[in-house]
């Protein structure tokens, strides 16, 4: 009877908390773990027959330190003064000589499962159903044990799922090094984040220290072309591979690291002819325009919350669209510094996780729709 009742509750539970906060079907969470007194046992193999939970029945035995043996056809079950019986030809079970409705001790392929709730009522244990937590708990009062409020926040500790995360944004730098590539880099680190930088070449002979900053940190460094100039980058097949050869060189030389991802101004598209795509493709480069535009060129340093809103905007919106792998655009530039703090701090509250690029986990993101870049 009470093992009834305390389906129904459970039963009743359930639809209280999961029904009403989704609003779908009334669905009971199965037991997932069982507790005795402040533990959680090991248990895997747990069996919900009949809304009763079961478990394999030696392994439940020993973390009881109850006594076991066969003989004689029968199974006896010894803890604290009780005896449970289980006719192993019958399949019945008793206790004091009184049999148990249903099947306390169930075969199951062989296995034999007992009833939690059953051997806790034989053996002088209170049960405890935390459906919060999917935990059924067994306990003695004259056995010290934390109170109930305290157990299940024990045990959401100790079960909390680990968080999926949500999807990978890179953070890309563009038209440094400059000064406030070294305000980008600082926040970064404060943040334990990693970020992306295209560097344009002119500047990088200016300042080779701010590259080897970068690089000694770990952020990816890619070319940006040398010069930036629009008409001359892309005036031809010929000009446009050789301000993306010459700024690779040079990201090279200084930093010997290989920088086979590269961003061309103003983005790819209409700007790269498919003669240029086939020169990316001769000299095995890799080329990222962005899925969010922060637009933060447009903005003075009193304007550094539009920043932060159109990121956050963008981010969201490109999530809801189906990318795990979410490129920003930015700049190395004064309002930029000021409003990547709080760029950071919202991906991460949002559950995003902030990498570098990775070469051998590239992602392919061009205007130009190109699987081969
Ligand atoms: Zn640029």
């Known amino acids: 009877m009470r093992k009834k009742l305390w389906m129904i509750c459970m039963a009743l539970l359930g639809s209280l908390l999961f029904g009403v906060a989704t609003g779908e079907a009334a669905e009971v969470q199965p037991t997932q773990h069982i507790g005795l007194h402040d533990r959680l046992l090991p248990i895997t193999d747990i069996r919900i027959i009949d809304g009763d939970v079961k478990v394999p029945l030696n392994e439940f035995i020993t973390y009881m330190d109850a006594k076991m043996d066969v003989s004689k056809g029968?199974?006896?079950?010894q803890k604290r003064g009780s005896e449970i019986v289980y006719q192993?030809?019958?399949?019945?079970?008793?206790k004091a000589g009184v049999e148990a409705s249903g099947s306390p001790i169930l075969d199951i392929d062989g296995n034999l499962f007992i009833s939690v709730t059953y051997f806790a009522?034989?053996?002088?244990?209170?049960?405890d159903a935390m459906p919060t937590v999917n935990t059924l708990r067994i306990y003695r009062d004259d056995y010290e044990h934390m109170?109930?409020?305290?157990?299940?926040?024990h045990i959401q500790a100790l079960v909390v799922k680990p968080q999926v995360p949500k999807a990978t944004v890179y953070l890309t730098f563009d038209d440094g090094p400059n000064r406030y590539t070294r305000a980008n880099v600082s926040t970064l680190k404060k943040y334990q984040v990693q970020g992306t930088f295209f560097f344009l070449g002119k500047h990088m002979k200016k300042n080779e220290d701010i590259v080897r900053t970068v690089a000694d940190a770990g952020h990816y460094i890619g070319t940006h072309s040398m010069t930036h100039d629009v008409k001359k980058v892309y005036e031809s097949p010929e000009t446009f591979i050789e301000e993306m050869n010459e700024g690779t060189q040079l990201i090279q030389q200084i930093t010997?690291?290989?920088?086979?991802?590269l961003r061309v101004p103003y983005g790819s598209k209409p700007h790269v002819t498919p003669a240029m795509k086939r020169q990316l493709n001769v000299n095995g480069y890799k080329m990222w325009d962005w899925h969010v535009d922060s637009n933060d060129w447009r903005y003075t340093d009193q304007q550094v919350g539009e920043i932060v809103k159109n990121v956050r905007n963008g981010v969201q919106q490109s999530y809801k669209s189906g990318?795990?792998?979410?490129i920003i655009l930015l700049h190395d530039?004064?309002?930029?510094?000021?409003?990547?703090?709080?760029?950071?701090?919202?991906?991460q509250k949002e559950g995003y996780t902030l990498k570098t690029y990775e070469p051998e986990h590239h992602v392919i993101r061009n205007f130009l729709y190109d699987t081969t870049l």
């Open 74 to 77: 029968k199974l006896r079950i």
């Open 256 to 261: 010997g690291n290989e920088a086979k991802l």
């Open 121 to 127: 009522e034989a053996t002088g244990f209170k049960i």
């Open 323 to 326: 990318n795990r792998d979410i």
């Open 333 to 347: 530039q004064g309002p930029t510094t000021k409003a990547l703090p709080a760029i950071i701090e919202w991906l």
């Open 88 to 94: 192993l030809k019958s399949q019945r079970t008793s």
């Open 147 to 153: 109170g109930s409020i305290a157990y299940e926040k």
